[in-house]
Nanobody, 126 residues
Framework: QVQLVESGGGSVQAGDSLRLSCAVS????????MVWFRQAPRKEREGVAL????????LYADSVKGRFTVSRDDAKNTVSLQMNSLSPEDSATYYC???????????????????WGQGIVVNVSS
């Protein structure tokens, strides 16, 4: 059974940085895309960043381009999201997600991913 556990969230001030991590157990991530989503109160869940197999290619939401960087360490079975220049609009619960099947569908549609972490809260105050 594949399990994802996020860590690194918290409360920060606008302009600060945070680094989220996602530890994966139950399956190697080597042949999987890994994605970060977020959901703010009363808003739909949105894809934030996707990293492809091997970490060569990545995809970002327009709202985070240039500020967030997604990375992966296949040896440690982890994925990270470095978030810089945070603003209150980045406040949300952040989720790590992947698929039980190997391969990579190049999309951040949430219905393409069937394994999710429990989420971690990021709160950015102005």
């Amino acid at each position: 059974q594949v399990q994802l556990v996020e860590s690194g969230g918290g409360s920060v001030q606008a302009g600060d940085s945070l680094r989220l991590s996602c530890a994966v157990s139950g399956s190697p991530i080597t042949s999987k895309c890994m994605v970060w989503f977020r959901q703010a109160p009363r808003k739909e869940r949105e894809g934030v960043a996707l990293i492809g197999i091997g970490g060569i290619h990545s995809l970002y939401a327009d709202s985070v381009k240039g500020r967030f960087t997604v990375s992966r360490d296949d040896a440690k079975n982890t994925v990270s999201l470095q978030m810089n220049s945070l603003s209150p609009e980045d406040s949300a619960t952040y989720y790590c997600a992947t698929s039980t099947s190997n391969g990579c569908v190049w999309t951040m549609r949430s219905n393409q991913f069937d394994v999710w972490g429990q989420g971690i809260v990021v709160n950015v105050s102005s």
